[in-house]
């Protein structure tokens, strides 16, 4: 079956690190790939999406890779700051590309 | 970007009574909506496809005559859930995608409801 797998462990890191949040599927083969940042109580927000012929993406101090052959995705927020601390999902178009799937989300938490 | 709305925020109800919630694209039109569920510490869920002057269409093992979607207007879908159960709590979010038509994309959510059936 379709799974998307993101580490269900909270991430812990000091501000002004780098933070990378991986994320791995099988049974997929999506067209493409995103992330969403979610607050608690809140509805997601959408941050990036990269295409399946594209290897990197980067939007202010976010960036994002895709392996489709590893099926995997990392996602990195350099110079970290408490304000970044959030859930954040990713997510895959199903097959035909019509609906969303996510996964369950990592806690990421950063240090002051 | 696009906006959606969803009202309301929280509610409580007593179990067996019926609780409406509404979402709405406020730049856009929407011909589709996405309602999806989520429980604590968990994934969302997409419960089924909300399609402007058509039926919806659900996901496998989401009850069709418990969750009643209305998707009237290209601003507007409705998720009413009927004689609701303690079970039904939880958080329920919609979104959709960007005007435009493109059927790949990201998604815009509402803020989400959060549902207390006591």
């Known amino acids: 079956s379709q799974k998307i797998e993101q580490n269900s462990e909270a991430l812990n890191i000091q501000e002004g690190k780098t933070a990378t949040l991986t994320c791995n599927y099988t049974?997929?083969?999506?067209?493409?790939l995103q992330w969403y940042r979610q607050d608690p109580g809140r509805g997601p927000v959408f941050l990036l999406l990269i295409r399946e012929n594209e290897k990197e993406k980067r939007k202010e101090r976010l960036k994002v890779t895709f392996d489709t052959t590893l099926k995997q995705s990392l996602f990195h927020i350099t110079a970290s700051q408490p304000a970044d601390s959030a859930t954040y999902l990713c997510?895959?178009?199903?097959?035909?590309?019509?609906?969303?799937?996510f996964g369950a989300g990592t806690r990421l938490f950063v240090k002051a | 970007g696009a906006v959606v709305s969803q009202h309301p925020s929280w509610v409580i109800c007593k179990s067996g009574t019926s609780v409406k919630i509404e979402c709405r694209s406020l730049d856009f039109q929407a011909t589709t909506m996405f309602w999806y569920r989520q429980f604590p510490k968990q994934s969302l869920m997409l419960m089924a496809t909300?399609?402007?002057?058509?039926?919806?269409?659900?996901e496998q093992g989401v009850e069709k005559d418990k969750f009643l979607i209305n998707h009237a207007s290209l601003t507007l879908s409705t998720l009413t859930v009927t004689s609701a159960h303690p079970e039904d709590s939880s958080f329920y979010i919609c979104s959709a995608k960007g005007g435009g038509g493109e059927p790949t994309g990201e998604l815009f959510f509402g803020e989400g409801s959060r549902l207390t059936v006591l």
């Open positions: 997510a895959l178009d199903s097959t035909g590309g019509f609906k969303t799937i």
């Open positions: 049974n997929y083969s999506p067209a493409y």
């Open positions: 909300s399609n402007e002057g058509s039926k919806a269409t659900y």
